[in-house]
């Protein structure tokens, strides 16, 4: 069965501080992929990253990048220079690698992210 | 249209109550999902279409829930005789079916039973 742990329940980090939010995932899967979500208080997901389990290409997006690294089966996500409009909550999910990729995500607990001004 | 729209965006039922959940995906996408989120926890998947087929119902949590998607298009996530631990936030996504796409959530209709 797919499990994915997100350890840290709520961070709190003052604003331009870099913060740096956990995921550890567990498949039995060869394939698979690797998500993180952001959840904003409007309720909706917003994708931010997907994650071939091939590629450990760690990336980087403005000011959001990703640690992916398979030996430790964890996908972490840092922001650098945190501004206020962070604050959301964010989830890391997997999903088996079908065609298409995004069948049937499996999403951990979440983390409650606050960026104090 | 512009995202995936889902409607009401609360709904407070009585115990016992049946309701009806609508989603109307982005145009033209195939695959269709419903997720349920409990207060403070990540969504759980529900299950999976692909245009009508329901190809996955494996998460629907009993036999009281039951969804479909009769013309590939729009969906409804119906509960039969409300309960209260049915309450939390319904979410539908929908993605084209295709290598490297990403699913696109709607903001999801919340659910009260009391």
């Known amino acids: 069965a797919q499990k994915v742990t997100q350890a840290q329940t709520e961070i709190s980090v003052v604003e331009k501080e870099d913060v740096t939010l956990d995921c550890v995932y567990e498949t039995r899967d060869t394939t698979y992929y690797l998500f993180w979500y952001k959840q904003p208080p409007s309720g909706e997901l917003v994708f931010l990253i997907r994650r071939n389990s091939f590629d450990e290409q760690n990336e980087i997006s403005g000011r959001y990048s990703w640690n992916f690294q398979k030996s430790t089966s964890s996908f972490n996500f840092t922001i650098t220079a945190s501004q206020v409009v962070d604050s959301a909550v964010y989830f890391c999910a997997l999903s088996e690698a079908t065609l298409g990729g995004n069948e049937k995500l499996t999403f951990g607990t979440g983390t409650r992210l606050t960026i104090i001004p | 249209g512009a995202g995936v729209s889902q409607s009401p965006r609360y709904k407070v039922a009585k115990r016992g109550q049946d309701v009806a959940l609508r989603c109307d995906p982005i145009s033209g996408h195939v695959s269709l999902f419903w997720y349920q989120q409990a207060l403070g926890q990540g969504p759980e998947f529900l299950t999976y279409?692909?245009?009508?087929?329901?190809?996955?119902k494996s998460g629907l949590p009993s036999d009281r829930f039951f969804a479909e998607r009769p013309e590939g298009s729009v969906s409804t996530l119906k509960i039969q005789r409300t309960q209260q631990e049915d309450s939390a936030v319904y979410l539908c996504?929908?993605?084209?079916?295709?290598?490297?796409?990403?699913?696109?959530f709607g903001q999801g209709t919340r659910l009260t039973v009391v």
């Open positions: 279409f692909q245009n009508e087929a329901q190809l996955d």
């Open positions: 996504a929908s993605s084209a079916y295709a290598a490297d796409t990403e699913a696109f």
